[in-house]
T-cell receptor, first 114, second 115 residues
Framework: GESVGLHLPTLSVQEGDNSIINCAYS??????FIWYKQESGKGPQFIID?????DKRQGQRVTVLLNKTVKHLSLQIAATQPGDSAVYFC?????????????FGGGTRVLVKP | ETGVTQSPTHLIKTRGQQVTLRCSSQ?????VSWYQQALGQGPQFIFQ???????GRGNFPPRFSGLQFPNYSSELNVNALELDDSALYLC??????????????FGEGSRLTVL
């Protein structure tokens, strides 16, 4: 079936470097694409979202890129910090009228090395 | 502003039993969704409640049921527990059901173990 998935299960990055987390999706009908961060023992925390009619959106130290041609989503974290160590999930919201019923991918673990 | 709170945080049940999990939504949020997160996987949508009615359901059997109360709090009930029901159950609230962005506010979850 259709799903949202990730290329890399684990990403190890040096503190201060930039991180790039990738995600592939298969449903062209999705309206929003979202990134969540989940720290150990906690629920997912919203990072940033992007509407399907946009290519790029920036937040604080994060940038999300959407390439609809190849159905690819990425999250860039600038100057990665130890507090960025977590599992990152991409998700999609498929139903414009349904409201916030998200389909999550499998997650990428980011490990920040000091 | 109080965030999403869930109870209990951990519980152990045996196969065939029933369980009720509870969730208080963030202040001002009238929509509650429940997700199941198996170990090492992403959350899977179970169902959503808005104005005390089910407003969408994922691919889960009828033994997964829920309620939403006038104060917007919610319960998830699972009957006839199976071993595969062992997971972290996440409650998430949002301001309104019709909002079509992706921002949900999650609680820290209830970890259910079925033996």
């Amino acid at each position: 079936g259709e799903s949202v998935g990730l290329h890399l299960p684990t990403l190890s990055v040096q503190e201060g470097d930039n991180s790039i987390i990738n995600c592939a999706y298969s449903n062209s009908a999705s309206d929003y694409f979202i990134w969540y961060k989940q720290e150990s023992g906690k629920g997912p925390q919203f990072i940033i979202d992007i509407r399907s009619n946009m290519d790029k959106r920036q937040g604080q130290r994060v940038t999300v890129l959407l390439n609809k041609t190849v159905k690819h989503l990425s999250l860039q974290i600038a100057a990665t910090q130890p507090g960025d160590s977590a599992v990152y999930f991409c998700a999609e919201n498929r139903a414009k009228a349904a409201g916030n019923k998200l389909t999550f991918g499998g997650g990428t673990r980011v490990l920040v090395k000091p | 502003e109080t965030g999403v709170t869930q109870s209990p945080t951990h519980l152990i049940k045996t196969r065939g039993q029933q369980v009720t999990l509870r969730c208080s939504s963030q202040s001002g949020h009238n929509t509650v969704s429940w997700y199941q997160q198996a170990l090492g996987q992403g959350p899977q949508f179970i169902f959503q409640y808005y104005r005390e009615e089910e407003n969408g359901r994922g691919n889960f059997p009828p033994r997964f049921s829920g309620l939403q109360f006038p104060n917007y709090s919610s319960e998830l009930n699972v009957n006839a527990l199976e071993l595969d029901d062992s997971a972290l159950y996440l409650c998430a609230s949002s301001p309104q059901a019709g909002r079509d962005t992706g921002e949900l506010f999650f609680g820290e979850g209830s970890r259910l173990t079925v033996l």
